[in-house]
């Protein structure tokens, strides 16, 4: 009786470490990161908070021009801008990633512009995300955008 107990608890232990073990994403799956951020942005230019909310991992926040922006606080911080006439114009590149499993992160150069039609000024960004490898496929649980100083 007593190495019946014993197996069955060697058994639930095992069952539960195998079922703590994250589920990996596939090999290679480096480039679905970078769209992952892709598509982050398009869904910011189009105002489309809904599918930044599908690409963003439950508890996301952001740090960008000093504040920390959590949920959809940023989406709709650009939506307004983009209601008062301001625009913004992204151009991702140089992007470096790194997945380790279940998790990644990646940096990029963002150039471009913003401010108001006939007045915009270029601007480029230096961001950085780390992901999450949910329900098989990468959410971005935070993300940081920092200006880079005009020269």
């Known amino acids: ?4 107990i014993g197996l069955a608890m060697a058994i639930a232990a ?3 470490a195998a079922q703590a073990a994250p589920k990996c994403a596939p090999a290679g799956s480096a480039k679905a990161v970078e769209v992952a951020v892709q598509a982050w942005f398009d869904a910011g ?3 489309d908070l ?9 508890g996301f926040y952001a740090y960008d021009n000093g504040k ?5 606080a940023l989406g709709e911080l650009v939506k307004g801008a983009h209601a008062a006439g ?3 114009e992204w151009n991702l590149h140089d992007f470096d990633v790194h997945v380790g499993c279940d998790q990644a992160w990646a940096a990029w150069v963002n150039t471009g512009a913003s401010g108001k039609p006939g007045a ?10 780390v992901f ?5 496929r990468w959410r971005m649980a935070f993300l940081h955008s920092g200006r880079v100083a005009a020269p």
């Open 50 to 58: 809904a599918a930044l909310g599908a690409i963003q991992a439950p």
């Open 86 to 88: 301001t625009r913004v």
């Open 132 to 136: 999450a490898w949910t329900g098989g």
């Open 14 to 16: 095992a069952a539960g």
């Open 45 to 47: 230019r189009h105002d």
């Open 1 to 4: 009786m007593r190495n019946m």
């Open 120 to 129: 915009m000024q270029p601007v480029t960004w230096l961001e950085s995300a």
């Open 68 to 72: 920390r922006y959590d949920g959809l």
